[in-house]
Every structure is written in C-alpha cells, then in structure tokens.
C-alpha cells in the first residue's frame, strides 16, 4: 500500500495536530500486540501519553484502559496501591 492510500484510508490528526490512526481500537491491533510496531506512526510511539502534567488529560487516559494494555496494567496498580475495594 502506498503512503498516500495509507493516510487517506487510516489517519486522522490528533488534538495536538499530528497524524494518529483514525480507529478504536487500532485496525493493526493484533490481539494485544501492535502488528506494525517497527513502522508505526510518531503519535503512536508516544501512546499512551501518561507522561508529563496528565491532570488535563485525565479523563482521556481512563477511557483508553478498555483499549490500551499499558494503561490497564496502570490503573490496576495504582488501584492497589490505594487499596481500591469494588462496591457491590
């Protein structure tokens, strides 16, 4: 597939203005790994963005944990951490 096809059919421009792929979860998910890891676009090389200041990012972040193993694996270690108890 050329790059022109490829940013047509699967690209999008993120909040901050640089390209990300346009789907959820990722069409080049292959089970829980990354099937174009070596090739992958720069907005996905710095997925899932939980560095720096994320209080404004807060919110986004959590929605990701349905679709993102990294921010899964985190959210269950700091609900440990904080010693999280399910209501029933």
């Not at 070596?38 to 907005?43: C, I, K, L, S, T």
């Not at 994320?54 to 609900?79: D, H, Q, V, W, Y």
Request: proline content about 7%; overall charge negative; charged content about 35%.
């Amino acid at each position: 597939m050329d790059i022109d096809t490829f940013r047509r059919r699967y690209m999008t421009t993120n909040d901050d203005r640089e390209p990300a792929i346009d789907a959820t979860p990722c069409p080049f998910l292959d089970g829980k790994m990354c099937s174009v890891y070596e090739d992958r676009p720069d907005a996905c090389r710095g997925y899932p963005y939980v560095g720096g200041n994320i209080s404004s990012r807060m919110i986004g972040i959590i929605e990701r944990a349905e679709t993102c193993p990294i921010i899964f694996a985190m959210l269950e270690e700091l609900k440990d951490e904080l010693g999280f108890r399910r209501l029933r």
